[in-house]
C-alpha cells in the first residue's frame, strides 16, 4: 500500500489494554479523533526534537576541564589513599 | 581510590549531554542545568566504588542529578523560569518542518506540567529508558511512571488542542483557558 511509514501499532493492540502502547511516545493512542491523535504524535516529535537539539551540542568544555581536573590526584578529586578498590 | 576505569570515565562522559538535556527539562534553567550535572560528575567519580558494573551507568547517573535536583527542590522552589524558556535558549535548530502545533506552545505546555510528570515524560519519552528504568530512577513503582506518563500526555494533548482548537472548531475546549498569568 501507500504506507509512508508502518503503522505496527494500529490494531494488534486491541487486546492489550488501555497501557499496552503508552510506552512509544510517538504512537497516537487515539480512541477519540485525528485531531487527537496527530497531537499525540507531535507531542512525541517535539518532545524529542527539544531533547535532542541539547544532546547534539555534545559535552561543553567546563566538564571536560571538570573530569581532567578529577583524573588527578593532587587535584581536587578526592582524598587519595582511600584505599577502596586498589 | 579515586581513580576511574578509563573505559567508565569515557562512557560517564558520553552521558553528558543526555544528563544536560535532562537536567534543562527538569530545573527549567540551562545555568542550573549545568551546575547539576557538574555535581552529579562530582558525585559520580566520589562514588564510583558504589556503581555495581555491568549495570546501567546511565540510569545511575540520572538517578544521582534527580537526587541532587530534589534535595534542592525541597529547599527552594523552581527558580523563576526563564521567559523565553531553557529549551529555547540552548535552541539551535527548529524542528518545526511540517508541523501546524508551534513549536513554543510545545515548550510552554511542557512548562506547565507538574515536575512528577514532567519527568516520567522526559525520561520515558525523550532519554529513552524504560518504564522499569524510569521507575528506578524516580524510586517509584513502574505503574506510577505509565499513569505519570500518560497523564503528562493527555494534559500536553489538552493544552495543545486548546491552542490549536481556536483553528478549528472549538466544540470541546476542555474549559481550561488559562492565559500565561496562571504563574502568579
Known amino acids: 500500500m501507500s504506507g509512508k511509514r508502518n503503522m505496527t501499532t494500529e490494531d494488534e493492540n486491541e487486546g492489550r489494554g488501555p497501557m499496552a502502547d503508552a510506552v512509544a511516545v510517538n504512537a497516537p493512542r487515539t480512541p477519540g479523533t485525528a485531531l487527537d491523535g496527530d497531537i499525540q504524535a507531535k507531542i512525541g516529535q517535539h518532545l524529542r526534537a527539544m531533547y535532542d537539539d541539547v544532546v547534539r551540542q555534545g559535552v561543553p568544555n567546563r566538564f571536560l576541564d571538570l573530569l581532567t581536573q578529577l583524573d588527578q590526584p593532587s587535584g581536587a578529586g578526592k582524598k587519595p589513599g582511600g584505599g577502596a578498590g586498589s | ?184
Open chain 2, 1 to 184: 581510590m579515586s581513580t576511574v576505569d578509563p573505559g567508565l570515565r569515557d562512557e560517564i562522559i558520553a552521558a553528558i549531554p543526555n544528563l544536560r538535556a535532562f537536567a534543562i527539562s527538569l530545573s527549567g534553567s540551562v545555568d542550573k542545568a549545568d551546575d547539576l550535572v557538574q555535581e552529579t560528575l562530582l558525585r559520580a567519580f566520589a562514588n564510583i566504588s558504589s556503581f555495581n558494573p555491568g549495570t546501567n551507568l546511565s540510569a545511575w547517573l540520572f538517578t544521582i542529578l534527580r537526587n541532587l535536583f530534589r534535595s534542592e527542590y525541597r529547599k527552594r522552589r523552581r527558580e523563576v523560569p526563564d521567559p523565553d524558556g531553557a529549551f529555547a535558549a540552548t535552541l539551535t535548530t527548529s524542528p518545526d518542518q511540517n508541523s501546524h502545533l508551534d513549536f513554543e506552545d510545545f515548550r510552554a505546555a511542557l512548562e506547565r506540567l507538574p515536575p512528577d510528570q514532567r519527568e516520567a515524560l522526559v525520561l520515558v519519552g525523550a532519554s529513552g529508558f524504560s518504564y522499569e528504568e524510569a521507575a528506578e530512577i524516580c524510586k517509584c513503582a513502574v505503574g506510577t511512571i505509565k499513569s505519570r506518563v500518560n497523564r503528562a500526555r493527555n494534559r500536553l494533548g489538552e493544552l495543545l488542542a486548546l491552542d490549536s482548537a481556536d483553528d478549528l472548531a472549538p466544540e470541546k475546549s476542555v474549559g481550561v483557558p488559562v492565559p500565561a498569568t496562571e504563574r502568579l
